[in-house]
């Protein structure tokens, strides 16, 4: 089994900052992708940063400049550190990691960009 336990969202105003994080524990051998989705009311869920075992990283183009998505290995963990928010980025967050080839999806975290 492996659980994920995310944290970071909140509310926070327009132009404001969150870090999310992403910590993964149980039966882990070793984690490939690590990426964060997110689902707004009435629309899919979409794909918002991604990130490789190797560190090779791929943004949404909607979030390119300002947001970064980064791992700590020993830690199990994914990081997404979001700046400049905008109401639009109003959504709760998944993050999910694959190990072996298997996706593992976190429970979410709700994040509200509102002034």
């Known amino acids: 089994q492996v659980q994920l336990v995310e944290s970071g969202g909140g509310l926070v105003q327009p132009g404001g900052s969150l870090r999310l994080s992403c910590a993964a524990s149980g039966s882990i051998s070793s984690i490939n992708a690590m990426g964060w989705f997110r689902q707004a009311p009435g629309k899919e869920r979409e794909l918002v940063a991604h990130i490789t075992s190797y560190g090779s990283t791929r943004y949404a183009d909607s979030v390119k400049g300002r947001f970064t998505i980064s791992r700590d290995n020993a830690k199990n963990t994914v990081y997404l550190q979001m700046n400049s928010l905008k109401p639009e980025d109003t959504a709760v967050y998944y993050c999910?990691?694959?190990?072996?080839?298997?996706?593992?999806w976190g429970k979410g975290t709700l994040v509200t960009v509102s002034s």
């Open positions: 999910r990691i694959v190990v072996g080839i298997i996706n593992y």
